[in-house]
């Protein structure tokens, strides 16, 4: 066990967590002020019942022995409930296995809770906890396993365990999660806009953000946290993390200058929620290729992620689908870009070791990479449609339209995220009569 590295990975693990409460702020600021509270519930809601599930088998099913050795799932009951590493130092690389374990159940919290913000203020949250749990069980468990869980070899190099066919049959790269965070997060997206509907009135009463310093607070907290959950990636205080988290710097700053170049150029301004919205793509375009890229290279993803993601969030107009909060146009989108670029800009020179097309690798590692992403938003796509298809046919899923026209946090958290006019402070004063007396005046004021 190495301290060092030990102290880096723990560290990073809580930089991710921030990132949950974050993206609660994000997606918060940029609804309507009566769904303000619902989209923070369905936030830390991922907290809990991903966090759980996790430990009980989450960690099992991405990282336990490979069921078949086909690469697809982890046995579930092999780690359950974590509690054969209790009491024994059991070690994943240089670091203990809870320390590894932590980092990764934050990913996958974080992951489940990119989906909501595509579905916001409709999703009832008693279903949406449930397709939570059950999304986690049956979409993200096995698909981590496919692409973080790498084969374990002996000294001779013979393969002990088998880990997914993603990381290491097909040997596409995805450092960070493009492939297991936003494209899995983007597609489910897609499918729960699709089984959902729209909002009532879209696009023309669905509103404004209703406070976009809070939107730009957790898109600052999300990229203070994007290092720890990229350069973290590493598992190491070394180059690689070094190399990743500048990196991940320059690809998000790119990002957020492309998508306001494009603004200017389309509408006439750059706008605040534009820059925030491509600093998101840069992290997510970034996060698949950070190990693999140079900086000149994280700056080409950054900047071409930004450029396609500003066009891609304008076509749910076009194509007649409501994705409230443009996770389909980021994260889905930007997944892919990011995925799809490693083929085009990885250097030999990067940690990854791995040359892309123009840096003479010819075209190997972009069909690698396409079928890692193909794979990943097909699996994703089809087994969310029909876990959201068969939560809305037996307890529902959508609000009912009176409860949206009220708004969600009062029916359905009972609770308002903003209470200015509760006190009531009483005026008073005195007028004279058409007789001529004089009588108090008395009245309240919200």
């Not at 609804?31 to 369905?42: E, F, T």
């Not at 001779?156 to 365990?161: D, K, L, R, Y």
């Not at 490693?342 to 040359?355: D, E, I, L, M, T």
């Not at 037996?394 to 509760?422: K, M, Q, V, W």
Request: hydrophobic share 50%; net charge negative.
């Amino acid at each position: 066990m190495n301290s060092g590295d030990t102290a880096w990975v723990l560290v990073c693990a809580a930089l991710v967590m921030l990132m949950t409460p974050g993206l609660a702020l994000f997606y918060g600021g940029m609804v309507r002020s009566r769904g303000v509270l619902n989209m923070l519930m369905m936030s830390l809601g991922s907290l809990g019942v991903v966090g759980v599930l996790w430990v009980v088998y989450g960690y099992s099913g991405a990282f336990g022995s490979d069921l078949g050795g086909v690469g697809l799932l982890g046995s579930p009951v092999e780690f359950f409930g974590m509690s054969r590493f209790v009491g024994q130092e059991s070690l994943s690389g240089s670091i203990p296995t809870f320390a590894f374990a932590a980092f990764q159940a934050m990913f996958a919290i974080l992951t489940v809770a990119l989906i909501s913000g595509a579905i916001a203020d409709r999703a009832r949250f008693g279903p949406w906890m449930l397709f939570a749990g059950l999304w986690a069980t049956l979409v993200y468990f096995p698909v981590a396993h496919w692409v973080f869980a790498f084969d374990e070899t002996n000294a001779a190099g013979e393969v002990t365990a088998v880990g997914g066919w993603i990381a290491n049959r097909l040997a596409a790269i995805d450092f960070a999660g493009g492939t297991a965070v936003h494209i899995n997060a983007g597609a489910a997206a897609l499918a729960l806009v699709l089984v959902l509907g729209p909002r009532s009135g879209w696009p023309k009463e669905t509103g404004k953000p209703h406070n976009l310093p809070l939107v730009v607070l957790g898109a600052g907290l999300l990229w203070f946290g994007w290092f720890g959950f990229n350069a973290g990636s590493a598992l190491t205080a070394g180059t690689t993390a070094a190399i990743v988290f500048v990196n991940t710097l320059v690809g998000a700053g790119a990002a957020m200058l492309a998508w306001m170049l494009v603004e200017r150029i389309r509408h006439g301004k750059p706008t605040t929620l534009g820059a925030v919205s491509g600093i998101i793509a840069g992290l997510v375009a970034i996060t698949p290729a950070c190990s693999a890229v140079t900086p000149l290279g994280a700056i080409a993803v950054g900047g071409i992620a930004g450029a396609i993601c500003a066009l891609a969030v304008e076509l749910k107009y076009r194509l007649r689908y409501d994705d409230s909060l443009d996770v389909i146009g980021v994260h889905l989108v930007g997944g892919l870009v990011g995925t799809l670029l490693v083929g085009f800009f990885a250097s030999g020179n990067a940690p990854a070791g791995v040359a892309g097309l123009f840096y003479g690798g010819g075209f190997d590692q972009l069909w690698r990479q396409a079928v890692g992403a193909v794979a990943v938003l097909a699996y994703s796509l089809v087994l969310s449609l029909g876990i959201a298809w068969v939560i809305r046919s037996t307890i529902g899923f959508r609000l009912e339209p009176a409860d949206e026209e009220t708004g969600i946090d009062e029916t359905e958290h009972a609770e308002s995220g903003y209470n200015f006019g509760d006190a009531r402070n009483t005026v008073r004063g005195s007028r004279t009569t058409e007789h001529g007396s004089i009588e108090a005046l008395e009245g309240s004021v919200r």
